[in-house]
């Protein structure tokens, strides 16, 4: 009875799924969307509620060796793939203004041979945007949202899950560490995003990197999910190896992240030996590969002055000015309450289910140094990956204490990764121990606790209103708008725009290399300041003349986002009213003005 109540719940739940899908590709987009939550249409939000409703109580319920659970595991992963996929499925042109407008520029530098991938620091999502656009015969926009929205998602979502089961081996460890990557907790929105961004990716990614070490360590002949830990583990090593030169490809900065995380495993294993712990003697000593990282970034990263830049900066800044932790975060309070916001409901938007499963990973770690676990590799990897904690939080707190803007969120991305396995092994290990009505109780409660933490993460993945943020979408017509107001444009006279100047569109539409190393394109940079917006006198303010691109996205960010804080309606009311502004080139979702200045 309960099997066949199982498999009608994920019928409905694959109904539900698939009408979400539907419906979500049938209603594309038209223009700019300030919130893609909300332009999505309603029936959507049910379709996806329903595959949730259905999928988490079976996957928590189902037996691991059953197809029921397989079914339920798959449904799961797919609804929480749906929702970080929907700029693809609703037919964005392209999803990530910014740095990833910058990144489809070396791309496309790559794609034309004008650039070589070995002169890049981190050339890994580009050189993959680039063959999957060949390969699939689609365009650069298209195959990066690929890359970005769904390979990187679906290794996280892969291998936590097989990281969760290597270290509690339970019948639900799997299942439980399937619903911890769901909550998303890497993705901050403030330093680790779902847009191109190879530090974001490179995050995403470590989980392959984590399970592959800890795999290699273990001697024993049992299975692990898909990948085996024979006796000899050589073509393992092999693997770990080559996937962390990849790796550092994507992101050396994560690379070196990973090695001191390896380097503390090495150090820790040292230490146990030499005091005769019979479980890590038992082990494979995790020397080789720590090396095989260090190595790989001694040999590429020093290269590009870019590396070193960054290391005295930091160091320079922590001397000469001291601690300044928290600026960051004050300055964008401030911001935030003057728009009538809380920083306490966003730090619970965007930080819940971290917090939750660090407390978890808390308790976890504790029980492990205790020795409270039966198993002794269970405690030895706990202690492996609480080892791994160490150097890392280190650099967090030194990052923190220096002038490095927000970066120190990026750090607490990748910590979120060791910490969110070992937040899963506690609860699957919870629910192993609990007996009786004991474990019907603890079943009820993971699946009520996931219900609502995994609505939670998935919300807050897209940058929307709900965590003061506007989309990144980018629409095809103002794309095409700023290369054709380029082509067109009068040689010399400088361009402005809001909060900046066209940088990131003069990247995506020249290359990025070429605009920052030849181009010298007139205003590259170039704001315009929020008083002479706001007043509106821009003939009066500048002596020459200037180009002044505005798009629906600007409007929407700050007139209804932001409720004109910077700039308010009247300046963007009084580019069609004042004298000596003129709109020279319109489009879809895109004007270009030309002030005549004061000359």
Not at 4 to 17: M, N, P
Not at 174 to 180: D, E, I, K, Q, S
Request: contains cysteine; proline residues 5%; neutral net charge.
């Amino acid at each position: 009875m309960t099997r066949t109540l199982h498999k009608t719940g994920l019928v409905v739940g694959y109904l539900g799924l698939l009408a979400a899908v539907v419906v979500s590709h049938r209603t594309p987009t038209t223009g700019y969307e300030l919130s893609i939550y909300r332009a999505t249409p309603q029936l959507v939000w049910a379709g996806i509620g329903v595959a949730l409703l259905t999928a988490v109580p079976v996957l928590v319920a189902a037996p691991r060796a059953t197809r029921t659970h397989d079914a339920a595991a798959l449904l799961t992963a797919s609804t929480a793939l749906a929702v970080i996929t929907l700029p693809i499925v609703r037919g964005y042109y392209f999803y990530g203004g910014g740095d990833s407008l910058s990144h489809i520029g070396w791309a496309r530098e790559i794609a034309s041979g004008s650039l070589s991938a070995t002169n890049l620091l981190y050339p890994g999502i580009h050189t993959a945007t680039v063959l999957l656009s060949r390969l699939a015969d689609v365009s650069l926009t298209q195959a990066n949202l690929y890359i970005v929205l769904l390979l990187f998602p679906l290794c996280f979502f892969l291998f936590v899950p097989l990281a969760v089961q290597l270290l509690a081996d339970t019948p639900k460890s799997y299942a439980v560490g399937l619903l911890a990557a769901l909550l998303m907790t890497p993705v901050n929105n403030i330093a680790v995003h779902l847009i191109a961004h190879p530090a974001s990716q490179a995050i995403l990614f470590s989980p392959v990197l984590f399970y592959l070490a800890l795999a290699y360590a273990v001697r024993d002949t049992d299975s692990t999910g898909w990948l085996p830990r024979p006796s000899n583990t050589t073509g393992l090593g092999v693997l770990l190896a080559g996937f962390s030169v990849a790796f550092l490809l994507v992101h050396p900065q994560q690379e070196l992240n990973l090695a001191l995380c390896l380097l503390a495993v090495v150090g820790l294993q040292t230490v146990a030996r030499y005091r005769g712990n019979e479980t890590v003697v038992d082990h494979r000593f995790l020397h080789v590969q720590a090396f095989v990282l260090v190595a790989a970034f001694l040999a590429w990263a020093p290269r590009f002055d870019r590396v070193s830049g960054a290391v005295s900066s930091t160091i320079t800044s922590i001397v000469t000015q001291g601690a300044t932790a928290g600026n960051v975060v004050s300055q964008k309070s401030v911001s935030l309450t003057t728009l009538g916001g809380s920083i306490f409901l966003l730090f619970v938007k965007l930080f819940i289910g971290a917090l939750v499963v660090s407390l978890l990973a808390a308790v976890v770690i504790v029980l492990a140094l205790r020795g409270r676990f039966g198993d002794r590799d269970a405690n030895t990897l706990v202690g492996y990956l609480t080892a791994a904690l160490v150097p890392v939080t280190g650099v967090f707190l030194l990052v923190l204490a220096s002038s490095a803007g927000d970066m120190y969120f990026r750090y607490e991305g990748f910590i979120m990764v060791p910490v969110t396995v070992l937040g899963a092994v506690a609860v699957a290990l919870a629910i192993d121990r609990a007996r009786g009505r004991g474990r019907t109780v603890a079943k009820t409660a993971i699946v009520v606790l996931f219900l609502v933490l995994v609505p939670a993460g998935l919300a807050a993945t897209h940058p929307a209103p709900y965590i003061y943020q506007p989309s990144r979408q980018v629409t095809e017509s103002v794309a095409h708008g700023y290369g054709n107001s380029f082509e067109t444009r009068v040689r010399g006279v400088e361009f402005a725009g809001v909060r900046g100047g066209p940088r990131r569109f003069v990247d995506f539409y020249y290359g990025t290399q070429q605009a920052r190393t030849t181009l010298d394109f007139p205003g590259y940079e170039d704001p315009i300041p929020t008083a002479v917006f706001s007043r509106g006198n821009f003939t009066d303010y500048y002596e020459d003349p200037r180009y002044l691109g505005i798009t629906e996205s600007d409007y929407a960010r700050e007139v209804e986002l932001y409720e004109g804080f910077r700039y308010p309606a009247s300046g963007f009311q009084a580019l069609d009213a004042t004298v000596g502004v003129n709109r020279v080139r319109a489009s879809e979702g895109y004007a270009l003005y030309y002030i005549a200045g004061e000359e």
